[in-house]
T-cell receptor, first 114, second 109 residues
């Protein structure tokens, strides 16, 4: 069985600070996919990134960056120069392939203080 | 492009009443479809998923059921709602990553 742990329940930072959201996963499979989703107050989950287990290269997209480390089973998400619009609940998730169901972490509520 | 529609956005229902939430996907064929529930302040719990018409897998025993009468239509139902059925229900489709509908906030009173 797969498991995703997001130990940080809530984080608050002042605007323009950098913030890292932690994600630790468990799976016995060698092929798997990791995801991050953003849930703004409206409730809809917005897809941010998908990364497969064979690609440990870190990714940067604007102010967002992701650090995938298989050695520690972690897939952390960093927001640089945070903005108020980044306030949301962020979910890390895992599945075993494109047609497989997602296992979600419990989410981290991020509040950016203006 | 693909879109997913879920309705209604909010719903207040009395205990014991029936429920029907509908989700439709456009712009893709034979997607995997999912129903998730999010209790207040909690994570996402997978309720049902479907890999094809008429094929439904249930993740947790509960008062709810799901049906997939057409390739891109997924329905969540209950014959008699319980107070514990209150929550935020999200429909999703996937080929690789999953894309979610806007959710239905259900309050059972």
């Amino acid at each position: 069985a797969q498991k995703v742990t997001q130990a940080q329940t809530e984080i608050s930072v002042v605007e323009k600070e950098d913030v890292t959201l932690d994600c630790v996963y468990e799976t016995r499979d060698t092929t798997y996919y990791l995801f991050w989703y953003k849930q703004p107050p409206s409730g809809e989950l917005v897809f941010l990134i998908r990364r497969n287990s064979f690609d440990e290269q870190n990714e940067i997209s604007g102010r967002y960056s992701w650090n995938f480390q298989k050695s520690t089973s972690s897939f952390n998400f960093t927001i640089t120069a945070s903005q108020v619009v980044d306030s949301a609940v962020y979910f890390c998730a895992l599945n075993l392939g494109g047609n497989e169901k997602l296992t979600f972490g419990t989410g981290t509520r991020l509040t950016i203080i203006p | 492009s693909q879109t997913i529609h879920q309705w209604p956005a909010t719903l207040v229902q009395p205990v014991g009443s029936p429920l029907s939430l509908e989700c439709t996907v456009e712009g893709t064929s034979n997607p995997n479809l999912y129903w998730y529930r999010q209790a207040a302040g909690r994570g996402l719990q997978l309720l049902f998923y479907s890999v094809g018409i008429g094929q439904i897998s249930s993740e947790v025993p509960q008062n709810l059921s799901a049906s997939r009468p057409q390739d891109r239509q997924f329905i969540l139902s209950s014959k008699k709602l319980l107070l514990s059925d209150s929550g935020f229900y999200l429909c999703a489709w996937s080929k690789t990553e999953a894309f979610f509908g806007q959710g239905t906030r259900l309050t059972v009173v």
